[in-house]
């Protein structure tokens, strides 16, 4: 397994614990068909960056995954966002979605420009044969190196 593969399977592990962790302490539910959804950027090194998502079906789910990923960029730490990219599920719904299953977990990944700061708004999605929801979900700024 390649060090890349290794440290992203980590990050994946700690915020999945993270998450658990804060949903049984509160009892968090999202909505009928979402019990929680993060997402994380992190700043992997010359202007590589990968965003961390994870989506919790309140039980198992026909089809659950990420519908967008909109990528924002600011100048510097007390500029504005501007739209970077937007990655979309129905144009690689294989990385986007799982099927039949209760978590959907994956690690995407974009190029950026060192210094800016990057953050991701992900729109989730989770549905079985008795409807479904989206959520969205800003991650934190990171600035990418």
Avoid at 83 to 108: A, E, M, Q, R, V
Wanted: proline share 2%; glycine share 8%.
């Amino acid at each position: 397994m390649t060090k890349k593969k290794i440290s992203s399977v980590l990050k994946i592990v700690c915020v999945l614990l993270s998450i658990v962790a804060t949903v049984n302490a509160t009892g968090l539910r999202a909505s009928e068909y979402l019990n929680a959804y993060s997402a994380t950027v992190y700043a992997d090194g010359n202007s590589d960056m990968s965003v961390d998502v994870i989506v919790y079906g309140a039980d198992k789910m026909d089809k659950i995954g990420v519908q967008s990923l909109r990528i924002e960029e600011k100048y510097s730490e007390n500029g504005s966002w501007h739209h970077y990219d937007t990655l979309y599920g129905s144009n690689d719904p294989d990385d986007f979605y799982d099927y039949g299953k209760y978590t959907f977990l994956n690690t995407f990944y974009f190029n950026g420009t060192p210094g800016y700061y990057y953050r991701v708004i992900a729109t989730v999605y989770a549905g079985n044969s008795h409807g479904s929801d989206t959520g969205s979900t800003p991650s934190l700024a990171v600035r990418c190196k």
